[in-house]
């Protein structure tokens, strides 16, 4: 499960203030620490809806964060319908499976751990200039830093990039990073494989709820070769939406029931949950009505003059 977690409040009072005496590398630095303790730190879970978009396959589906790992509702896979039993079976098949939960909480774990690496070595692997302000964003520019020596191949990669990222400027969380691949990446001086120049990455984020950061859109476009004859691609795009927080204890089988209670299209299932709030907001307001009625006197509710006012 990918973390994006809550900043204290006590850190949130000491790096608060303004912006002026430090230096775009610094800014960087900042928000990469916030993250760092934000991702330690936020437990919340959410319901949302993904559409993921690869060469050789696709899926749609609703996605509930349970205890421990994600369970999946399959709506769609490469292009075709899945039948509301088909869904289900799947589903079931999954929490009846610990091997599956146990590969998938791994593979969680090392991606969370990764990009938690990459993140920290995000000031020192490029030069930073400011280019600007979009909204309540800070937003800056960065080129490969020459006097960086990246750790592994992961790092090269990164560090052969050239973008520019968005820092919120209240929060001081990173709320987009793009960058494009300026230079061929060889691996084993070429013999093992080669990225090409030109590829490109878009990572997108918003916030929820107060101080809660989820990913919302993946875009990575990178093509190679290794071993001489097999092409690397690295091609996919991945978007998530209708977000709902759900409880930190849902289990496996009330995530279940819950994304079996959704509509398969999101939306339709936006529109649903948009007409229940809605019609909870004129109940609210129906009873306030109510309450004011019968809180003025008698006699006042009697008299056509205070009922004219």
């Known amino acids: 499960m990918h973390r994006t977690l809550l900043l204290p409040l006590g850190l949130m009072a000491m790096v608060?203030?303004?912006?002026?005496?430090?230096?775009?590398?610094?800014?960087?630095?900042?928000?990469?620490?916030?993250?760092?303790?934000?991702?330690?730190?936020?437990h919340s879970h959410?319901?949302?809806?993904?559409s993921d978009r690869q060469p050789s396959k696709s899926l749609k589906?609703?996605?509930?964060?349970?205890?421990?790992?994600?369970?999946?509702?399959?709506?769609?896979?490469?292009?075709?319908?899945l039948s509301e039993a088909q869904q289900k079976q799947e589903m079931s098949a999954f929490i009846n499976d610990s091997r599956a939960q146990n590969k998938q909480r791994k593979?969680?774990?090392?991606?969370?751990?990764?990009?938690?690496?990459?993140?920290?070595?995000?000031p020192d692997?490029?030069?930073?200039?400011?280019?600007?302000?979009?909204?309540g964003d800070i937003l800056l520019h960065f080129r490969p830093d020459p006097a960086?020596?990246?750790?592994?191949?992961?790092?090269?990669?990164?560090?052969a990039m050239e973008g520019d990222i968005a820092i919120d400027r209240q929060q001081y969380r990173i709320a987009s990073l793009k960058g494009r691949l300026i230079r061929d990446v060889k691996i084993g001086y070429g013999l093992l494989g080669e990225l090409?120049?030109?590829?490109?990455?878009?990572?997108?984020?918003?916030?929820?709820?107060?101080?809660?950061?989820?990913i919302t859109e993946t875009h990575v476009h990178i093509q190679g070769h290794a071993l001489i004859f097999k092409t690397i691609s690295e091609n996919e795009d991945d978007v998530k939406s209708n977000f709902k927080q759900i409880a930190d204890t849902t289990s496996l089988q009330q995530a279940q029931s819950e994304l079996l209670n959704l509509n398969p299209?999101?939306?339709?299932?936006?529109?649903?949950?948009?007409?229940?709030?809605?019609?909870?907001?004129?109940a609210v307001d129906h009873q306030d009505v109510k309450k004011t009625s019968h809180s003025r006197p008698r006699h006042a509710r009697n008299d056509p003059k205070v009922a004219q006012r």
């Open 125 to 135: 692997a490029f030069t930073w200039t400011q280019a600007g302000e979009r909204g």
């Open 61 to 81: 589906q609703w996605v509930a964060e349970a205890r421990s790992v994600s369970v999946d509702r399959v709506v769609e896979r490469n292009g075709q319908t």
């Open 196 to 214: 090409k120049a030109g590829g490109t990455f878009d990572v997108e984020r918003r916030e929820l709820s107060p101080a809660a950061w989820e």
């Open 265 to 282: 299209d999101p939306q339709k299932q936006e529109a649903a949950e948009r007409a229940t709030a809605d019609r909870e907001r004129a």
């Open 46 to 50: 959410w319901r949302y809806f993904e």
């Open 148 to 159: 960086f020596h990246p750790p592994d191949l992961e790092a090269r990669v990164f560090a």
């Open 107 to 122: 593979s969680g774990q090392h991606d969370d751990e990764q990009a938690a690496e990459l993140l920290k070595i995000l």
């Open 16 to 42: 608060a203030g303004s912006t002026a005496a430090q230096t775009p590398r610094d800014m960087v630095r900042r928000a990469v620490q916030t993250e760092l303790v934000a991702s330690r730190n936020d």
